[in-house]
């Protein structure tokens, strides 16, 4: 994989680009029906060739500038570091600050797809500056797009299209961190559309910026997941306040916040007490933006592993022709190619489900989700540490890239939702839609994707053997119900089922 350009150098990347993703699908989606396919895909192709160059030859080589310098902390303020600056004005220039944003608001308009295979790149050449540019710009910018007034729009998209300030989304509180209903933060109606924010909010990625995007309660006596909403806070005029900026070993470069609201104006983006529903479309993105950047960075490790590997010499021979040496190459190969494939297929289904409508592509985007935050998070861990482990003592020397690739890699299973909450979300969606349609379980089983499933050779056959296990353990489960509780509790579960999807 060279390190000249992160998108034409990677083969597998461009074997996705070129033969697996549905081109077509996608453009109709996000383009429209008349729009040239052909013409459409070659640009985008272009944009990604020009990216994975910038980001080989630019931002790869100051990463271990940007960890080593870290967040700067002086007199009080909270700011990035300037090699980091300079890898974002960069991107800037190139017109990918915030690439999803519209044509008409001043962005390249690139689907989902597309932004997450330059997230990909833009994680291996550098985690920190990837969720600087994620969240900082791209993260408000979808929201702002999806729910807002037409002046927010008018206000925000066409500075965030062109990097002129930097966000954040600030939903996680120091006593409720993946628990989104017990959020305490409070919005109070001020008049003329303005709210006042009280609370405090903590690991913000990002959060030393221009604005920020707050989740609170917003309806007096609400509790859980009612209640909520959305709102955009300007800091300008010490509107809100940057406490502090974390102390990390990962993502060094990135400043993790904690942000104090005491009285702070804000106006509410989208309607005030649909906050879990729109905060839904974001959690979905960011944890497959997670899953992205877990492969980026299991690819860093790889290259490196597989260049120390060929030039290393052991007992007369290069290390990586050593069965076991091989072997681990071999897995870690086999880890990336599998966490790609799944991820893109998920992007597509957003892509399908956010620009096209498509209810079927929604859900099998949900239940993908939790599986790509999962698969693709623990597999970067599992693939940074046989990296290490290649290189051998030379792994925990600074100068050699993999020790801040294996650090890195432990931020991506926790963040925006720990590889325990994935399960969790995964089981509980599966027995769902179990209740839901229990005659499924005389067939494939509740999840459309498992059921269609087919593989050619060995492969398929324990694939169908797991998918046999799976619902085989869900007919146990709906079996047990029934004997303690009879046949009416199929129909009540199902029934409350349906109502709440």
């Not at 903590?202 to 995007?213: E, P, R, T, Y």
């Not at 900026?245 to 990135?254: D, L, M, N, P, T």
């Not at 290649?390 to 801040?404: K, P, S």
Request: aromatic share 6%; proline share 4%; glycine share 12%.
């Amino acid at each position: 994989m060279s390190a000249t350009n992160f998108f034409s150098g990677n083969p597998d990347l461009v074997e996705v680009f070129d033969r697996v993703i549905p081109w077509p699908a996608v453009v109709r989606a996000v383009e429209g029906v008349d729009a040239n396919v052909d013409e459409t895909v070659s640009t985008w192709r272009e944009v990604l060739d020009v990216a994975g160059r910038y980001m080989a030859s630019e931002i790869a080589p100051r990463a271990a500038e940007v960890d080593e310098i870290g967040v700067i902390r002086e007199n009080g303020t909270v700011r990035m570091n300037e090699p980091m600056t300079e890898n974002l004005r960069g991107l800037a220039e190139l017109g990918l600050a915030s690439p999803s944003v519209p044509a008409e608001f001043g962005g390249a308009g690139l689907p989902f797809t597309v932004t997450m295979m330059l997230a990909e790149m833009l994680a291996r050449a550098d985690l920190s500056t990837q969720v600087q540019h994620g969240i900082g710009w791209n993260s408000p910018a979808a929201l702002i797009l999806r729910f807002g007034t037409e002046q927010q729009k008018a206000r925000y998209l066409p500075i965030l299209a062109k990097g002129g300030l930097m966000g954040a989304v600030a939903m996680t509180e120091p006593q409720a961190g993946s628990d989104v209903g017990n959020v305490s933060t409070t919005a109070t109606p001020a008049g003329d559309d303005c709210w006042l924010l009280k609370g405090r909010k903590q690991f913000i990625s990002a959060g030393q910026g221009d604005m920020v995007i707050v989740l609170a309660r917003c309806v007096a006596g609400s509790t859980g997941l009612d209640g909520l909403g959305m709102f955009i806070a300007d800091r300008e005029g010490d509107n809100y306040v940057v406490e502090r900026a974390e102390h990390k070993f990962v993502i060094r470069g990135s400043p993790t916040c904690a942000l104090v609201f005491e009285g702070t104006r804000a106006t509410a983006l989208g309607k005030p007490g649909d906050g879990w529903k729109q905060i839904l479309t974001f959690m979905n993105e960011s944890r497959l933006g997670v899953g992205i950047q877990g492969i980026g960075v299991a690819t860093a490790a790889l290259a490196k592993a597989s260049e120390y590997a060929a030039t290393r010499v052991q007992m007369g021979k290069p290390i990586r022709e050593h069965p076991m040496i091989a072997e681990m190459l071999l897995d870690m190969e086999t880890t990336v190619a599998g966490a790609r494939a799944l991820a893109y297929q998920a992007a597509v289904l957003q892509d399908r489900a956010i620009f096209g409508g498509d209810q079927a592509a929604a859900r099998d985007a949900r239940e993908l989700t939790p599986l790509v935050k999962w698969y693709c998070t623990e597999g970067a861990v599992r693939v940074c540490r046989l990296a290490l482990q290649i290189h051998g003592g030379y792994g925990v020397v600074d100068e050699y890239d993999v020790g801040r690739y294996m650090r890195d890699s432990l931020i991506t299973p926790i963040y925006e939702g720990t590889s325990q909450i994935q399960s969790l979300m995964a089981v509980k969606d599966l027995m769902k839609w179990t209740m839901q349609r229990p005659s499924s379980l005389v067939r494939g089983g509740p999840s459309r994707l498992l059921a269609s499933a087919s593989f050619a050779g060995r492969g398929g056959a324990d694939f169908a053997a797991a998918r046999g296990q799976i619902v085989g353990m869900l007919r146990s489960v709906v079996g047990g119900l029934v004997r303690r509780r009879g046949v009416g509790i199929l129909t009540s579960r199902a029934c409350s089922a349906s109502a709440r999807s």
